[in-house]
């Protein structure tokens, strides 16, 4: 974010999903009607970087909640890309149960470390 001379910020938005961002703006300004009731991983991570990115938990906290309860019987049972997506999702949105369970599944079917694919996960959780 960058501040101008007049008191304006502006917020640049390179390189970003453009459908998660424009979800994480109507989120942000309260325009309700807009935001998706249901969404899938992939969306729910890239909402998750994003939430990460711009440091907005609370903004977006009712609507992820509603999104992770939609996805919850799609919960992995192995070590695969989506555990690592739910893994993001669910340490940014603190969703405890679900990331309890993602990473009980990693600690115990892991081989070595994990990928983060690009992910804002803390080294803690991986080191772990």
Request: glycine share 6%; hydrophobic share 50%; with cysteine.
């Amino acid at each position: 974010m960058a501040s101008s001379i007049d008191g304006s910020r502006r917020m640049y938005a390179d390189n970003w999903d453009p459908q998660a961002f424009l979800i994480l703006m109507h989120v942000i300004h309260g325009r309700h009607r807009q935001v998706p009731s249901v969404i899938d991983l992939e969306l729910l991570a890239k909402i998750a970087v994003l939430v990460d990115h711009y440091e907005c938990h609370e903004a977006v906290a009712v609507s992820a909640e509603l999104w992770l309860q939609g996805l919850r019987g799609q919960l992995p049972a192995q070590t695969n890309r989506d555990l690592i997506l739910w893994l993001c999702a669910s340490w940014t949105f603190a969703d405890a149960d679900v990331f309890a369970w993602v990473t009980s599944i990693a600690l115990w079917q892991s081989q070595g470390p994990l990928p983060t694919l690009g992910l804002p996960i803390p080294e803690t959780i991986l080191g772990t």
